[in-house]
T-cell receptor
């Protein structure tokens, strides 16, 4: 099976712009989670989607949003970008998001905000 | 609040020596603990989880609820063990993982 894929891999934006990142889960996986990784804060949970519904949410401002499509692909959007949004954004998928499920991570999208 | 602490940012040991990567957590309920590993130029991947009680690549980890710890151990380190290791906690059955800051392990020949 192909692994989790994320596009684009690298992105450069300027402050105030918005950005959309995409994640394609492993075939058959219905749960998609997003994480932000920065040198200062480490890996932080953004949100999780299952069957097109946001099921869990981390402590990020409303500028960070996401959605999931019927084929389980997910997008996350960051509006009004700030310098501090520069990070590696990781997506992870699992079968149902259940207790026994393993999360499989994608390679990440490196976002740089200038 | 839930928190995972990995006190060592860097750990360097010689090949063949024992390795112990420390992880302490803060959570009042029944947590699920994991170790994730990221090898150079590879993606983050699950190494082991406490509920499986298995040994992966020679690594084991025991959940100690009294000390709220989940230390990762290997009796004889190998050069290919050099990587970034993250301890993570999942609570309330949710898919939300709380990660520690990570420990970069270097195995010297």
């Amino acid at each position: 099976k192909a692994g989790v894929t994320q596009t684009p891999r690298y992105l450069i934006k300027t402050r105030g712009q918005q950005v959309t990142l995409s994640c394609s889960p492993i075939s058959g996986h219905r749960s998609v989670s997003w994480y932000q990784q920065t040198p200062g804060q480490g890996l932080q949970f953004l949100f999780e989607y299952f069957s097109e519904t946001q099921r869990n949410k981390g402590n990020f401002p409303g500028r960070f949003s996401g959605r999931q499509f019927s084929n389980s692909r997910s997008e996350m959007n960051v509006s009004t970008l700030e310098l501090g949004d520069s990070a590696l954004y990781l997506c992870a998928s699992s079968l149902f998001g259940g207790a026994a499920d393993t999360q499989y991570f994608g390679p990440g999208t490196r976002l740089t905000v200038l | 609040a839930q928190r995972v602490t990995q006190p060592e940012k860097l750990l360097s040991v010689f090949k063949g020596a024992p390795v112990e990567l420390k992880c302490n957590y803060s959570y009042s309920g029944s947590p699920e603990l994991f170790w994730y590993v990221q090898y150079s130029r590879q993606r983050l991947q699950l190494l082991l989880r406490h509920i499986s009680r298995e040994s992966i690549k020679g690594f084991t980890a025991d959940l100690n609820k009294g000390e709220t710890s989940f230390h990762l151990k290997k009796p004889f380190a190998q050069e290919e063990d050099s990587a970034m290791y993250y301890c993570a906690l999942r609570y309330q059955g949710a898919q939300k993982l709380v990660f520690g800051q990570g420990t970069r392990l270097t195995i010297n020949p």
